[in-house]
């Protein structure tokens, strides 16, 4: 089963608006990472947060990180149509070497 | 562009065949895991490879084996392949088994059974 359980599983907006997406865990972790996936293509890291940090921004991104929650949150600003795309959370539990993936969010940009 | 190549880009094959999906980890990475990813699903781990040993495995059958190479590329290869086994696979790699790292991922090869 999954470890990570992304909301929404689809969130369609309109450019220049903000799209949050949310990410709940169930076990222990030490990192959460956010990458993107553009027509089933390879993943692209977006961003990493440790389990002792609360907030990491990267440009337009900007993640949360709850523990106590077992949940993180990615907010993208300023969409752009480039942005369309799914987003997926993955964790990395403590002591494990593989990371364990939600089933995504998939975001439509709409000009 | 992560420098993470894979090949084939697309496979198809037919039930019980046998296939091998290989892939270059980024220059100067030692560790390279596999996943699976079924069409709208998220990425399952299979398995990952740390200085030719493998390092961990998820819940896959055995028919689904790897290697790395001294030189840390690496193959994932499957036996008797059944229909359910179609999704894109794709091979990350990250440096030291990724403990706290990035893992970069390749473009994917995209498996279709028949």
């Known amino acids: 089963s999954q470890q990570g359980e992304e909301d929404p599983q689809a969130l369609s907006i309109q450019e220049g608006e903000n799209a949050t997406m949310n990410c709940s865990y169930k076990t222990s972790i030490n990192n959460l990472q956010w990458y993107r996936q553009n027509s089933g293509r390879g993943l692209v890291h977006l961003i990493l947060?440790?389990?002792?940090?609360r907030e990491k921004h990267s440009g337009r991104l900007r993640v949360t990180l709850d523990t106590s929650k077992k949940s993180s949150s990615l907010l993208i600003t300023a969409s752009r149509a480039a942005d369309t795309a799914s987003y997926f959370c993955?964790?990395?539990?403590?002591?494990?070497?593989?990371?364990?993936f939600g089933q995504g969010t998939r975001l439509t940009i709409n000009p | 562009e992560t420098g993470v190549t894979q090949s084939p880009t697309h496979l198809i094959k037919t039930r019980g065949q046998q296939v091998t999906l290989r892939c270059s980890s980024q220059s100067g990475h030692n560790t390279v895991s596999w996943y699976q990813q079924a069409l709208g699903q998220g990425p399952q781990f299979i398995f990952q490879?740390?200085?030719?040993?493998?390092?961990g495995r998820g819940n896959f059958p055995p028919r689904f084996s790897g290697l790395q190479f001294p030189n840390y590329s690496s193959e994932l290869n499957v036996n008797a392949l059944e229909l359910d086994d179609s999704a894109l696979y794709l091979c990350?790699?990250?440096?030291?088994?990724?403990?706290?790292?990035?893992?970069?991922f390749g473009p994917g090869t995209r498996l279709t059974v028949l």
């Open positions: 993955a964790t990395r539990l403590t002591g494990a070497q593989k990371l364990v």
């Open positions: 947060i440790r389990s002792n940090e």
């Open positions: 490879y740390y200085r030719e040993e493998e390092n």
């Open positions: 990350a790699s990250s440096l030291d088994r990724g403990r706290g790292d990035t893992q970069y």
